[in-house]
């Protein structure tokens, strides 16, 4: 019930398309959901969140979507480019927890 | 602000052989976290701290043991390197209570075990 699981593992995008990525929960408890991005060498670093209360976000060229009813949300990136190609993670926290839940991660690549 | 800082940056270990990693932060962050990443894995926790001289088991925390006796630094020991720890080994850390989620990641070690 602690799982967040996440697809597709890797995805392929030519330039200006539009990459999404899934990601589906079971604890009814999570209320807060982050995005990560990590580029090749380094760590992850944080993309964009979202509250349950709220059913898109955008910052950007991303939009998180979020369907309460189905305990799935969705990160899009509109006009991807090349330097978007990076591993995207998704993750879960509820109020009070000490740690985040992570996606298995979803290597993406924009080609030119 | 040098945020999360990692030492060392790559290290191969024998079988057998010991060593610590360190993680800092100037952030004067509560929580601090381990984690390991390996292809298709995703990250992995694998011992956490929610304040200085508290620790707790992540989901792999096998084969691992930290320290926290300074609020700004999370050792990770390996007390006997294995093949099987193979990985790169990111540290971060987040302010409690209202930002838990935002976790700030060092750049990560790359260790391998031969």
């Known amino acids: 019930q602690q799982q967040v699981k996440q697809s597709p593992q890797s995805l392929i995008v030519q330039k200006g398309g539009i990459p999404i990525i899934n990601c589906a929960y079971e604890n009814t408890a999570f209320d807060y959901f982050p995005w990560y991005q990590q580029f090749p060498g380094k760590g992850p670093a944080l993309l964009i969140a979202i509250r349950p209360d709220v059913s898109e976000k955008k910052e950007g060229r991303f939009t998180i979507s979020f369907n309460k009813s189905a305990k799935q949300f969705s990160l899009h990136i509109m006009d991807s480019q090349p330097g978007d190609s990076a591993t995207y993670f998704c993750?879960?926290?509820?109020?009070?927890?000490?740690?985040?839940?992570f996606g298995q991660g979803t290597r993406l690549t924009i080609n030119p | 602000n040098a945020g999360v800082t990692q030492t060392p940056k790559f290290r191969v270990l024998k079988t057998g052989q010991s060593m610590t990693l360190l993680c800092a932060q100037d952030m004067n962050h509560e929580y601090m976290y381990w984690y390991r990443q390996d292809p298709g894995m995703g990250l992995r926790l694998i011992h956490y701290?929610?304040?200085?001289?508290?620790?707790a088991k992540g989901e792999v925390p096998d084969g691992y043991n930290v320290s926290r006796l300074k609020k700004q630094n999370f050792l990770l020991g390996l007390e006997s390197a294995a093949p099987s720890q193979t990985s790169v080994y990111f540290c971060?850390?987040?302010?409690?209570?209202?930002?838990?989620?935002?976790?700030?990641f060092g750049p990560g070690t790359r260790l391998t075990v031969t």
């Open positions: 701290s929610v304040g200085e001289g508290t620790t």
């Open positions: 971060a850390s987040s302010y409690w209570p209202k930002s838990t989620y935002e976790q700030y």
């Open positions: 993750a879960a926290i509820y109020q009070g927890a000490q740690k985040l839940v």
